[in-house]
T-cell receptor
């Protein structure tokens, strides 16, 4: 049963530290999404890749967030420097189109 | 008006009840619509697509009303296991926007 994996599952860090979250999409999926979920804002799309190329990262604060796909089996989301308002659950999802997305279990980030 | 709106609920219903949720969207160029289900502290999972002609999957029926710009999800014969948050997703043509609603919480009680 193929699944999207994300690491770490939980991360607690201090304000100002760099945070890197990793995602392994399902083999064969060429579309990868990064989302952030909070109680206040719900699920927000941060960035979206197809065939490793970024198609849309308009939802991402550019000054501190960056997303990359160094290869087809790894997507990363980096926050530098982190702030308390970045505390959220970060989900990665993959699919062959935008229409059917398989979500990973998420990374629960707490910035103190 | 927010891009995608859902009543947050919770909707409290007894087992066996029929319950319906709506999701309204503001972008008339929206082209594709979906319902996802999210259990507490878990990831969202695709429940069903929403087609113009409406579609049914067992106890679940999804409808699209383009004129009034909303989609609906009807659950018949509710089960305890249906308790979850139901998220609608609206995608505009060319993927220029992909927006999740904040979800509607359903609680089914014995």
């Amino acid at each position: 049963d193929a699944r999207v994996t994300q690491t770490p599952r939980h991360k607690v860090t201090e304000m100002g530290q760099e945070v890197t979250m990793r995602c392994q999409p399902i083999l064969g999926h060429n579309t990868v999404f990064w989302y952030r979920q909070t109680m206040m804002q719900g699920l927000e799309l941060l960035a979206y890749f197809r065939n490793r190329a970024p198609l849309d990262d308009s939802g991402m604060p550019k000054d501190r967030f960056s997303a990359e796909m160094p290869d087809a089996t790894l997507a990363t989301l980096k926050i530098q420097p982190s702030e308390p308002r970045d505390s959220a659950v970060y989900f990665c999802a993959s699919g062959t189109t935008a229409y059917e997305q398989y979500f990973g279990p998420g990374t629960r980030l707490t910035v103190t | 008006r927010k891009e995608v709106e859902q009543d947050p609920g919770p909707f409290n219903v007894p087992e066996g009840a029929t319950v319906a949720f709506n999701c309204t969207y503001s972008n008339s160029a929206s082209q594709s619509f979906f319902w996802y289900r999210q259990d507490c502290r878990k990831e969202p999972k695709l429940l069903m697509s929403v087609y113009s002609s409406g579609n049914e999957d067992g106890r679940f029926t999804a409808q699209l009303n383009r004129a009034s710009q909303y989609i609906s999800l009807l659950i018949r014969d509710s089960k305890l296991s249906d308790s979850a948050t139901y998220l609608c997703v609206v995608i505009s043509s060319g993927y220029s926007t992909l927006t999740f609603g904040k979800g509607t919480m359903l609680l089914v009680s014995p």
